[in-house]
C-alpha cells in the first residue's frame, strides 16, 4: 500500500514548488561555482608540509580540507575521463562544489553568531570546531581521504599523514587512519571498496590520447554515494544538537537537507560538475535564522525557497510514515527505468531550468 503513495507524493511536491520557480535570469557564472582559491592550490599531496618525517594536515582549516578534495579529484580523474569534457566528470565534484558552498555560506563559522571562521572575501579561513557542518563536513573529507591512503590509492606516500587534533570534542574525531580503522570499520571498508573498484578499471580504448578506462558509471556513482552516506550517517547524530548552529531553524534545515540528499543518491544522482552547481544554486545563500522558520525572508531567491521548502516538508512526510517513504523510494529505484522516473521528478521539485 505504502509503496503506491510514494509517486503521488513526489508528484505533490513537485507541484506544490512550481510557485517557487527560478528567477529569470539568475544566471550563475561558471568560475563562481568553484570553491573559493581552488585556483591557489594544486592537487598533489606534496603541498603538504612534512615535519618530523610525517606530512602534516590540519582538517580544521579550510584550505586543508581543499587541497584534499583537490588532491581525490586529480588522482581520480582518469578513471572519469569518459563521463565529461575537461575532468567535469568526475565523481568528487557534489562534495567538492557543496564543501565550497558551506564555506562561502559561513556555515563553517563559530555558532550561533561569531564572526569568527566566517567567509571573507579574499581571505581563507578556519573551520570552527564548534560548527555541525563543519563536523559533519570532516567525516565525509576526511574518511575518503583516510580510505585513499589505507588501500594505496594515492600511491605509496613518502611519510606517514598526521592530521593535527584539537582537544575540543577529541571523542567526536578520529585523526589517523589507525583510529579511524577501529572506531568505524564500516565506513572505512565502504570507502575502501570504491578506491579498490577504481584501481581494478582497465584501460579500454584512447581518445585524442586519453586513455579511457572500463569504470562502469553507475557503479562508481553507487559506491561514491555509498561512503558519502556512511559518513554522514555516523555524523549527524553527533551533530545534531543545536549548539552547533546558528539557529534552530538551521540546525534543522541541515538535517532536512541530508536526508533530502539520500533520495537523490538512491537514483544516482550524477555528481559531475554541471549537475553538482545546477543544484547548488538553490542552496541558502546565508545562513537561516529563527526568523524564516515560518515564513522565509524575501532576500532568499525562489530556487532557494524551493529547495528549502521541499526538504522540510519531504522530512515531514517521510517522519509521519515511521520512515516508510525513504525505504520504500529507495526500493523502487533498483532499475534504469525507475532511477530516471525519479531523476525526473527530482528536476521537477529543484531543478527547473532557469530562465
Partial sequence: ?????????????????????PDPGSTTHENDNYPPFWDQIGGNIAEFPVQNNKIIVDPWKYMDRLRIFKILITESNKYFASFGKNNTGNVFWALTLLYGRLFKTDRFSEPPSSSRCAYESGVSSCISINSGWGGISYYVVMMYFLAAIESEFLGNLPYEVELLSREEYRSNFCYSVEECRAEYPQIMDIANRFYKYLLSRKIVSTTSGIPQYDTDEDTAIFKMWAAHQAAVDVAKPMFSDISFYSSETERDFTMDFLLAT???????????????????????????????????????????????????LTTKINKSTGGLLLTIWKKLMTS??????????IKRLLLIPIE
Fill in 262 to 312: 539520500e533520495f537523490f543518491e538512491a537514483v544516482l544522482y550524477r555528481p559531475y560538475f554541471e549537475s553538482s552547481a545546477e543544484f547548488l544554486v538553490g542552496f541558502p545563500h546565508r545562513l537561516l535564522t529563527d526568523q524564516d522558520r515560518n515564513v522565509l525572508m524575501s532576500n532568499f531567491s525562489r530556487r532557494e525557497k524551493a529547495l528549502i521548502t521541499v526538504a522540510k
Fill in 1 to 21: 500500500m505504502w509503496s503506491s503513495l510514494v509517486i503521488p507524493t513526489f508528484l505533490f511536491l513537485g507541484f506544490s514548488s512550481v510557485g517557487l520557480a
Fill in 336 to 345: 534504469e527505468f525507475a532511477r530516471a522516473t525519479g531523476h525526473f521528478f
